[in-house]
Nanobody, 124 residues
């Protein structure tokens, strides 16, 4: 059974940083390397939105709202994807989810397997 387990969330002041981690369990290193990995977030009362994603190459793709502040990366040897959050703002407060899918198609859609989420709260 494939499992994604996010960690690294917390409470920070505006301008602060966090690093989210999402190891993927139950898949081979080869399968993980061939997967698209995405990060999404959902704020209270809002719909879930795309944040960032990466294909096997590790090149990151970002929502406009986080470009220049967030960095997505992956370690295929550890079956893990990361999201570095810097210069956090109160509007970044949300539950952050990682997700995976077979490579291909749009990077902001089509994800099949989701983690349970980790809370990020930014105080002003």
């Amino acid at each position: 059974q494939v499992q994604l387990v996010e960690s690294g969330g917390g409470l920070v002041q505006a301008g602060g940083s966090l690093r989210l981690s999402c190891p993927v369990f139950g898949v081979s290193e080869r399968t993980f390397a061939g997967s698209d990995m995405g990060w999404f977030r959902q704020a209270p009362g809002k719909e879930r939105e795309f944040v960032a994603a990466t294909r096997w190459s590790g090149i990151g793709y970002y929502a406009d709202s986080v470009k220049g502040r967030f960095t997505v990366s992956r370690d295929n040897a550890k079956n893990t994807v990361y999201l570095q959050l810097t210069n956090l703002q109160p509007e970044d407060t949300a539950v952050y989810y990682c997700a995976s899918k077979n490579s291909g198609g749009l990077l902001n859609d089509g994800y099949k397997i989701w983690g349970q989420g980790t809370q990020v709260t930014v105080s002003s």
